[in-house]
C-alpha cells in the first residue's frame, strides 16, 4: 500500500517547531526572511515643492502674473516675482529696436513724435544713390546693433519734408519727448571720416542719446564711446604700421 504524506504549509515566513531544531543541527538552510512590502510613498506633489528663486526664474511673463495668488503668503518670493517682470518688460521694451527702421510720412508722427518719453529718436533724412546717404546709414546700423534702447528711424527727405533740397543730405535729427534735441545737416558734422564711433561721440555730446539698456548715466555712455573711439583709432593706426612694414 502507497505511503501517503500530508505535507503542512505554514503562514509564509513561519516555520515549525521542528523546523527550527532542524536548522539548529545544520540540517536545513536558514530560514529567508518574510516578505514586507516596500512602505508607501505617495507620489511627488510639484505645487508642495517649497519655492524659491530658481522657481520663478523658470516662469514666462504670463505665468508670473498667474501666480501671484500662490505667493502672497511670502513676501520675499513676492517682491522677487515682481522684480522679475519688471526685467522682463524692461528687455522686451530694448529688444523692439536694434536696426534701422524704415518709415514713410505718415508714420513719423506716431513713431518718432510720439514715441516713449524714455526714448531717444534718431532719424536719418536721406535718399537712395547718395553714396554719402549711404555712408552714414552704415554707421546707423551698426550704433542700432549697439545701442537697442535707442530708436533709429530712416525716411526719404522728401517724405519728411516736401522740397527738401538734396544738398543738405543726409540730415540727421535727434528726438525726445516729442521734440527736436539736436540738427546735423551733412556729413561733414561727423569728422571728415564717418565712422560709428565718430558719430556716436557726435550724438552724445550733450544729451543720453545712444542707450543701450544697461548704461545708467549719459556720462557712462559717453565714456564707453570714448573708449571705442580711442580703440579703433588705435588698431587702425596699428594695422597700417604692419601695412606699411611688410612693404618694405
Known sequence: MADYHFVYKDVEGASTQWDDIQRKLGNLPPKPPAFKPDPFEPAPDPDSVPKDKSWIDE??????????????????????RKKRLAEMREAVKISKYGSVMPISGSDFVREVSQAPQDVWVVVILYKEGFLECGLLLQCLEELAVKYPATKFVKIISTDCIPNYPDRNLPTLLVYNNGAVKANYVGLHSFGHRCTPEGVALVLCQSDPVLNDGQSGSNASVLEGVRKRFIEKVVTEHEDHDDDGSSSD
Open 59 to 80: 516662469k514666462t511673463e504670463e505665468q508670473l502674473e498667474e501666480i501671484e495668488d500662490d505667493l502672497d503668503d511670502d513676501r520675499f518670493l513676492e517682491e522677487y
